[in-house]
């Protein structure tokens, strides 16, 4: 049977460790097993377990400490990535070879992790020759959304990822619970837009005519060939967890082998016979 990965995405303070948080805490509610690894060596803290950590393998501190690298923070988490990409036997140690896995990757929020370098190209390869689903999770927040020439910036981010990585990949607007009513319907039209109308707004923002041709010819590759689109995802809103999950689910054939499992019930919810079952039904 196939395994199946969600590689979570995006710049960095989009939501991306919270995201993971309320999926494990979403999953455990609908009785189903998520794990968590962490592929971000700069990380601090977690809330949830993880099932593997980068930082038992090297540490973004460590590299920047060494005096004979000598990297600053963004140096030493391409180093980081690169060293993890050659110790790839270490993740496969980790993650065993359990059949039905879901996992979760939290990745880091560097965005040349994303468009230039090979580090997550090579990881996607990889856990496809270990039988691995993967659907990309790109997360932006919908706080720096709600004007039209930050949404197109958003949307590019986005798309340079499904270009570099090749999957299939389910765009996500975080925070909406931190938008205010007015913001929120502001960015209703963000959620499926016309990027003709984009054009628009961002006329009286662009000065130049070359960037205006530039932005209209952008917009018209969006719109034309709608290769990217943002699922709302609202932290604090079951129904839309569950909505961004079933889009995942379906991107990579998730549940098509699954075998029913009965929901987990309290034992002082259970009821001893089928008597008192069909009695407490009948009281109902």
Not at 11 to 32: D, E, F, L, W
Not at 63 to 92: I, T
């Amino acid at each position: 049977m196939p395994r199946f990965a969600q590689l979570v995405m995006g710049p960095a303070g989009s939501g991306k460790s919270t995201y993971c948080s309320t999926m494990v805490q979403h999953c455990a509610a609908i009785n189903r097993a998520v794990q968590v690894v962490n592929l971000d060596p700069a990380a601090e803290y977690f809330d949830y377990p993880l099932m593997a950590d980068i930082r038992e393998l090297i540490e973004v501190d460590d590299v920047m400490e060494d005096d004979s690298l000598r990297f600053g923070p963004n140096g030493g988490l391409v180093f980081c990535m690169e060293y993890f990409a050659n110790n790839f036997d270490w993740l496969e140690d980790c993650l065993g070879h359990v059949e039905d896995d879901y996992i979760l990757f939290d990745c880091p929020g560097q965005i040349e992790l994303y468009t230039h370098l090979p580090v997550m190209k090579q990881l996607v390869e990889q856990l496809q020759q270990w039988e691995f689903r993967v659907c990309g999770v790109f997360l932006v927040d919908s706080q720096f959304m709600v004007e039209s020439f930050k949404f197109i910036s958003g949307v590019l981010a986005a798309l340079s990822a499904m270009i570099s990585l090749e999957i299939p990949q389910i765009n996500i607007m975080t925070k909406m619970d931190l938008l205010s009513k007015k913001a929120k319907k502001e960015i209703e039209k963000y959620l499926d837009p016309d990027m003709y109308s984009m054009i628009e707004d961002s006329a009286n923002i662009l000065k130049s005519k070359m960037f205006k041709k530039l932005t209209k010819a952008i917009c018209g590759l969006i719109d034309d060939y709608s290769v990217v689109r943002f699922l709302p995802y609202d932290r604090s809103d079951e129904e839309s967890i569950n909505i961004v999950l079933q889009h995942i689910d379906f991107a990579i054939q998730y549940g098509e082998d699954l075998e029913f499992k009965e929901p987990k019930e309290n034992e002082e919810d259970k009821p001893a016979t089928l008597d008192e079952y069909f009695q407490d039904r009948v009281d109902e």
